[in-house]
């Protein structure tokens, strides 16, 4: 069955440095989403994307986020100045069309910033 | 904007006990979508049910079932017999087709912890 990849599984970075996080959608799927999960909170969307640009940002998603499809299967994002409290689960999502279809996530990344 | 609230923080239960889940929305779009999501304790995020808001049928699988009642903006997941491998943290979720991009919105999460 086909699933939602990312890598890292865990990253351990330092505040101020720049952390790239990896995910390869479902392949047929054509709507791309970012989430994190502080621990023991809820899980919080980030940004949705879809044709190469994006569709949807919350307010979380400031200037230090960005996400990028750099080929045909890869989907990531990118945290440009980690602070304490992006201290998360990120999780990537995928679907194959947008609100009425199911999004299938990944297993996560747990960052941890010091 | 959307809302969703899971009023149970935490639930523990015997085995073999039935165990229902609470859910309650809040929407002003009139099409919209609700989910339930597993997240075991390996951390992953299980995708379970998904209904449509004008498809009000309940919907059993295996010892699964979920009562949506528009009425109520409720949408309801129950356990029946359950299992120590059903402890994890369920929520429950909502998107819109008015919502452009289609964030999911959650809610808190409900622990459920099932004893042996």
């Known amino acids: 069955e086909p699933e939602v990849t990312q890598t890292p599984s865990h990253q351990v970075t330092q505040m101020g440095q720049e952390v790239i996080l990896r995910c390869v959608p479902i392949s047929n799927h054509l709507y791309f989403y970012w989430y994190r999960q502080i621990l023991g909170q809820k899980v919080e969307f980030l940004v949705s994307?879809?044709?190469?640009?994006?569709?949807?940002k919350s307010e979380i998603f400031d200037d230090q986020f960005s996400v990028e499809r750099p080929d045909g299967s890869n989907f990531t994002l990118k945290i440009r100045s980690t602070k304490l409290e992006d201290s998360a689960m990120y999780f990537c999502?995928?679907?194959?069309?947008?609100?009425?279809?199911?999004?299938?996530f990944g297993p996560g990344t747990r960052l941890l910033v010091l | 904007a959307q809302k969703v609230t899971q009023a149970q923080t935490e639930i523990s239960v015997v085995e073999k006990e039935d165990v229902t889940l609470d859910c309650v929305y809040e929407t002003r779009d009139t099409t919209y979508y609700l989910f339930w999501y597993k997240q075991p304790p390996s951390g992953e995020l299980v995708f379970l049910i998904r209904r449509n808001s004008f498809d009000e049928q309940n919907e059993i699988s295996g010892r699964y079932s979920w009562n949506f009642q528009k009425s109520t903006s409720s949408f309801n997941f129950t356990i029946t017999a359950s299992q120590v491998v059903d402890s994890a943290v369920y929520f429950c979720?909502?998107?819109?087709?008015?919502?452009?991009?289609?964030?999911?919105?959650f809610g808190e999460g409900t622990q459920l912890t099932v004893n042996p």
């Open positions: 999502a995928s679907s194959v069309g947008k609100a009425q279809e199911t999004q299938y």
């Open positions: 994307f879809y044709n190469n640009e994006i569709s949807e």
């Open positions: 979720a909502h998107s819109s087709r008015e919502t452009s991009g289609s964030r999911l919105t």
